[in-house]
């Protein structure tokens, strides 16, 4: 869902602004994604580099979520975890899922999801949104997924793995993983057990804190939510912590050297792995 070619030839003229999501549009919180509203009104973005991150993520993982989708059928569903505004989600049915489901932990992010999904002319049993928590998520009523995405959601969380079990649990397909990297690429030496001993860690994790007091006003920050301390896999520890829940065939998925620097530069990256059947 490209913004520069959204519009054309999809209808004669954009559907009207509904009264409430104009005042999303004239709210000072700014948005996540670069939204097509009309085809002279696009979403004011929180950061400028974050189309060039989202257009990253979207080429890098749409062969794998699409051959996930083809392999699965003509039912095939997907799940969104910390899916903001829902873009990935509209994505996913752009690329060929039956129905899509997104999960946001924000208020701000799953209202303005389900305006935009109405102004788009989504049905809402294709594309179905949740307020929650990962962790309070009850996954067994939503049945389970051909394609589960974790996008920007793990190195906000105090338990990563704990989420990714989550996520795990509810594939039937791909598990697809974006997550910021540390820049510490080497293995960690570590203390273990007796003076002197010590073991060579190639995957390890940092810890960053999200202070409270940042999300005083709702949608300070639209990709987090404070009061954690998150914690920041180096690659090898995301791929092992795939693989620690279950996941097969885990893989980093390479990046294109004309996409985002972060991406290319492996400050960011992504992972896909498999549920085992």
Not at 84 to 109: K, M, P, S, T
Request: glycine letters at 8%; hydrophobic letters at 45%; aromatic letters at 6%.
């Amino acid at each position: 869902m490209r913004v520069k070619d959204f519009w054309q030839g999809r209808r004669s003229s954009s559907p009207a602004i509904s009264d409430a999501l104009r005042a999303e549009l004239e709210s000072p919180i700014p948005w996540m994604y670069e939204w097509p509203v009309a085809p002279d009104v696009v979403t004011r973005l929180a950061a400028p580099e974050l189309t060039s991150v989202h257009e990253t993520r979207r080429e890098v993982i749409e062969p794998v979520v699409r051959d996930a989708i083809a392999a699965a059928g003509p039912n095939a569903a997907v799940l969104d975890l910390g899916c903001n505004e829902g873009w990935f989600a509209h994505q996913a049915l752009e690329w060929g899922a039956e129905r899509a489901v997104g999960v946001d932990v924000r208020g701000v992010n799953v209202r303005r999801a389900e305006l935009l999904r109405e102004h788009l002319g989504v049905p809402a049993d294709r594309l179905q949104f949740h307020h929650a928590s990962v962790f309070d998520l009850e996954t067994e009523p939503l049945g389970s997924f051909d394609v589960v995405l974790v996008l920007g959601l793990i190195y906000h969380l105090e338990n990563p793995i704990g989420a990714l079990r989550i996520a795990a649990g509810a594939a039937r397909g791909a598990v697809v993983v974006e997550s910021q990297l540390t820049a510490h690429r080497e293995a960690l030496r570590v203390g273990w057990g007796e003076t002197g001993v010590y073991k060579e860690v190639p995957g390890h994790w940092a810890a960053i804190l999200e202070p409270a007091e940042e999300q005083a006003a709702e949608g300070n920050l639209l990709s987090s939510f404070g009061g954690v301390l998150s914690l920041v896999p180096n690659a090898p520890a995301l791929v092992q912590a795939m693989e620690v829940i279950g996941l097969r065939d885990v893989r980093m998925l390479d990046v294109p050297d004309h996409l985002n620097p972060q991406y290319v530069n492996g400050d960011r990256g992504i992972a896909a792995g498999y549920a085992r059947t």
